[in-house]
């Protein structure tokens, strides 16, 4: 009989993007746990250049050879923890039958990806199968719990995490080194914005917010659909103030040449770029949406604005800008002592410890949601 082991972190696609780099990230920080193993797979493999390195099940995350190839590597697991997108239905599929819990991790707004009618039922069905469900943030448990059926004794609450290493402060000499890497000028007001060049990252408006303040600079970090179209806004409305740096393996020098982030999003989960600006300890201005308010304190570690209000994303910038340096140290101590990978990793050993603790009874999901 084939003697199980550790936990499987199961990952959509091998490649550096948000859910995928935050489960790699726990894995590392649960290495030196020698009671439990913890290894990470993905479904496919990422894009060339930008793969994360962990082995890659099969070409398509739902074809039948990806999902046996995953119910092979559970047998071998004493659980499988299932980090966002596609890797709830592939889980929820392939370990059918096999005895293997799995932990299901909610990396967007459960709120907003809930969709209604058949979609919403079959969210519920599939949710129904995990032993349990990792919310990042207090409300989205609530909607797991309310919109989707799923038990509040099976909903834990962790949230999103970051290595502090990774993300030091940076000094006067990295600040400048930083600025002449981006051209941008020494003394100027700079802000940052990381996100893909999507239309639910509304970066239309954080173009136009910091085309209304006089002097201050734009450094835009990632690519998209819109990219053509964002920079003729900028063009058009803050001729030599937007930089467009595509996509950056490291983002650590973005930050560090800003004085400031801005993440202006209409939707999203808790997301890692607010933690890594905090730990760099730059204040933020973003959207209220999603967990976002756990990370950026309004008043006390940045300022939040609706989405698509432009004004208030403005009248933050302006605030924010003005306030950075105690902002920005309020924002690493916030980020230190509830977002540091340390501090969270503790508590995902602590959740999966007790789902293969001596004597516990081997979980059966329930009757299905409906």
């Given at each position: 009989?084939?003697?199980?082991?550790?936990?499987?972190?199961?990952?959509?696609?091998s490649?550096?993007?948000?859910?995928?780099?935050?489960?790699?990230?726990?894995?590392?920080?649960?290495?030196?746990?020698?009671?439990?193993?913890?290894?990470?797979?993905?479904?496919?493999?990422?894009?060339?250049?930008?793969?994360?390195?962990?082995?890659?099940?099969?070409?398509?995350?739902?074809?039948?050879?990806?999902?046996?190839?995953?119910?092979?590597?559970?047998?071998?697991?004493?659980?499988?923890?299932?980090?966002?997108?596609?890797?709830?239905?592939?889980?929820?599929a392939?370990?059918?039958?096999?005895?293997?819990?799995?932990?299901?991790r909610?990396?967007?707004?459960?709120?907003?990806?809930?969709?209604s009618?058949?979609?919403?039922?079959?969210?519920?069905?599939?949710?129904?199968?995990?032993?349990?469900?990792?919310?990042?943030?207090?409300?989205?448990?609530?909607?797991?719990?309310?919109?989707?059926?799923?038990?509040?004794?099976?909903?834990?609450?962790?949230?999103n995490?970051?290595?502090?290493?990774?993300?030091?402060?940076?000094d006067?000499?990295?600040?400048?080194?930083?600025?002449?890497?981006?051209?941008?000028?020494?003394?100027?007001?700079?802000?940052?914005?990381?996100?893909?060049?999507?239309?639910e990252?509304?970066?239309?408006?954080?173009?136009?917010?910091?085309?209304?303040?006089?002097?201050?600079?734009?450094?835009?970090?990632?690519?998209?659909?819109?990219?053509?179209?964002?920079?003729?806004?900028?063009?058009?409305?803050?001729?030599?103030?937007?930089?467009?740096?595509?996509?950056?393996?490291?983002?650590?020098?973005s930050?560090?040449?800003?004085?400031?982030?801005?993440?202006?999003?209409?939707?999203?989960?808790?997301?890692?770029?607010?933690?890594?600006?905090g730990?760099?300890?730059?204040?933020?201005?973003?959207?209220?949406?999603?967990?976002?308010?756990?990370?950026?304190?309004?008043?006390e570690?940045?300022r939040?604005?609706?989405p698509g209000?432009?004004?208030?994303?403005?009248?933050?910038?302006?605030?924010v800008?003005?306030?950075?340096?105690?902002?920005?140290?309020?924002?690493?101590?916030?980020?230190?002592?509830?977002f540091?990978?340390?501090?969270?990793?503790?508590?995902?050993?602590?959740?999966?410890?007790?789902?293969?603790?001596?004597?516990?009874?081997?979980?059966r999901?329930?009757?299905?949601?409906?």
């Amino acid at each position: 009989m084939t003697q199980t082991q550790g936990a499987l972190h199961l990952v959509t696609a091998s490649q550096r993007r948000g859910a995928e780099v935050s489960a790699a990230d726990l894995v590392q920080a649960l290495a030196d746990d020698t009671s439990m193993t913890h290894r990470l797979a993905a479904l496919t493999p990422g894009p060339q250049g930008d793969q994360l390195g962990a082995p890659a099940l099969g070409e398509k995350p739902f074809a039948l050879a990806t999902l046996r190839a995953l119910r092979r590597a559970a047998r071998t697991a004493e659980v499988v923890v299932a980090h966002g997108s596609k890797t709830l239905p592939a889980s929820a599929a392939a370990l059918a039958g096999t005895g293997t819990p799995f932990v299901y991790r909610s990396i967007g707004d459960p709120l907003a990806w809930s969709g209604s009618g058949l979609r919403r039922r079959r969210t519920a069905l599939l949710l129904a199968r995990a032993a349990r469900v990792v919310a990042l943030w207090p409300a989205a448990a609530d909607t797991l719990a309310r919109v989707h059926g799923v038990p509040t004794e099976r909903i834990t609450v962790i949230p999103n995490a970051v290595p502090a290493e990774r993300f030091p402060v940076a000094d006067t000499a990295d600040r400048a080194a930083a600025r002449r890497r981006f051209d941008l000028p020494a003394e100027a007001p700079v802000v940052t914005c990381i996100a893909a060049l999507s239309p639910e990252k509304d970066l239309a408006t954080a173009i136009a917010a910091v085309a209304a303040l006089d002097g201050v600079h734009l450094l835009v970090v990632g690519d998209g659909p819109l990219r053509a179209e964002l920079e003729a806004q900028a063009t058009a409305v803050a001729p030599g103030r937007v930089r467009f740096a595509g996509v950056l393996p490291d983002v650590h020098g973005s930050l560090a040449a800003a004085d400031a982030v801005m993440l202006p999003s209409r939707t999203e989960g808790m997301p890692g770029v607010l933690i890594e600006a905090g730990l760099t300890g730059r204040p933020a201005v973003a959207s209220r949406v999603g967990g976002v308010a756990e990370i950026v304190r309004d008043g006390e570690t940045g300022r939040l604005a609706e989405p698509g209000d432009l004004q208030g994303f403005t009248d933050g910038l302006r605030s924010v800008l003005a306030g950075a340096p105690a902002l920005g140290e309020a924002a690493r101590r916030h980020c230190l002592a509830h977002f540091e990978i340390g501090v969270v990793a503790a508590r995902w050993r602590d959740l999966l410890h007790g789902l293969r603790a001596p004597g516990q009874d081997a979980y059966r999901p329930g009757p299905k949601a409906g």
